[in-house]
C-alpha cells in the first residue's frame, strides 16, 4: 500500500532530495507539507523547491487551516510558546547541533514494519493544564505523570497536584545547577518527588506568569509548613529514569515501560529550528497548532531548545519507520491542537495532546522519567 509521500508524488514530480526530506520529517498530510515548507525556509538552499511545493498542495489544503497556516508562518505574528526542557549533561544532539541530509530517495514506499498493540493511557475528566510564560514544561510533565500514577478510578479523574510546588522544590532543594534561570531536567524533578513528594494544587496554586527575579515564585509565606509537610506525605520514587546518549533505544524503552508498568512517561526532546528564523521550529508549525502533529527535524535544521510532554499512550503505524506514533499530553492548554483530531486520522489525539513518531523519540530524545 503506498504511503503518503508515494501519493503525493503520483500528484506532483518531486524530485528525489524533495522526496528524501518529505520521508525525514514523516509528513503524512498535505497539511504537514504546508507546515514544513512554511517553517523551514533554510530548505530551499539544499533543493527543496518551496515556491512550487507551496503552490502545489495548496489547492488540496482546506480553506479553516490555510487560514491558520496564513497566519502562523508569519513569526512575529505567532504566539510564543514557553518549554523548559534543558540539554542534560552528556546526552546526545546538545544546543546548536545540525540535521543532516538524508541521501536522495525514490517516491517507493518503504515495506512495513512490525507494529505493537494500541496503548492510550488518557482518563476522563483530567483538563490539559497551561505553563503560561514560565520554562516549566518539566514540573508539568512529571506533575502529569504522578496525577496519573495515583489515580485509583472514579468519575472526577485523576488528583490535582502542585507544579508551583514541584517546580519551586526543584529549583531550592535539588541540585540543579542553575536555580535562578528558567528549565531544568527530570533528573531533579524526580529527586524533588522522592525526597520532597509533591501537594494537591489547591495548597499552592500555579501562577503562569513570570516574577522578575524569582524563578522558582517561592516566598511571601509560600510554601507554608502545612504544605511542605502535605508533600512529605506523598512522595513519589522513580520506576525507570534514563538519559539517552548514543543513537538508538529510545522508542523501545519508552515503549517498554507504557506496556510494562501501565503507567504513563515524561520525557525531553530537542527542539528543531531553522537557522535562518529562529522563531521557526517543529514544534510550532500551523499542523502542530492545529493538529498536534509534530514534524520530525528535516536537514539544515537545528537543537534551539528542549521541550518535555507526559507520553500517555502509542498508536502502531506500519508505515512510520518505528512502528507508530506516541500520543502525549502537552502543557499548552487547549489552544494548542484546536482543531483535534486531524480529519482522517483516526488516532490522532484531542485538544491539548499531540503526537511524536517513534523515529523522533528513537533518534533525538534525550531524557525519560516514569514514576
Known sequence: MPDFVERIAQQIALNPTEIAILRQTGVRSFEDVESLVSNFPSLQAVGVRLPFLSNAVRSSLSGHFLAAANSLSIPHTRPTLRRGGRHPPGARWAAGA??????????????????????????????????????????????????????????????????QFLYWDIKTNTGDPQPNQDGTYLQFSRDALSNDGICAESMWPYVGTPIPGNISQGGGGNPSAATIAAAKASRITATAYQVFNTPGGGAAAVLNLLQTNRRPVAIIVPVFSDPAVPNNDNWSTASAWAYGRILNPPATSHVSDGHSVCVVGFEPDSTEANGGYFIFRNSWDVSWAYAAPAPGNSYSPERGYGDISATYIEDYMWELLQI
Open 98 to 163: 545540525a540535521v543532516p541530509l538524508p541521501a536522495p530517495a525514490s517516491a517507493a514506499a518503504p515495506a512495513p514494519v512490525a507494529t505493537p498493540a494500541a496503548i492510550d493511557l488518557r482518563v476522563a475528566p483530567w483538563p490539559v493544564r497551561d505553563q503560561g510564560q514560565r520554562g516549566t514544561c518539566v514540573a508539568f510533565s512529571t506533575t502529569a505523570c504522578a496525577e496519573l500514577r495515583n489515580f485509583a478510578g472514579g468519575p472526577n479523574g485523576p488528583p490535582d497536584y502542585s507544579e
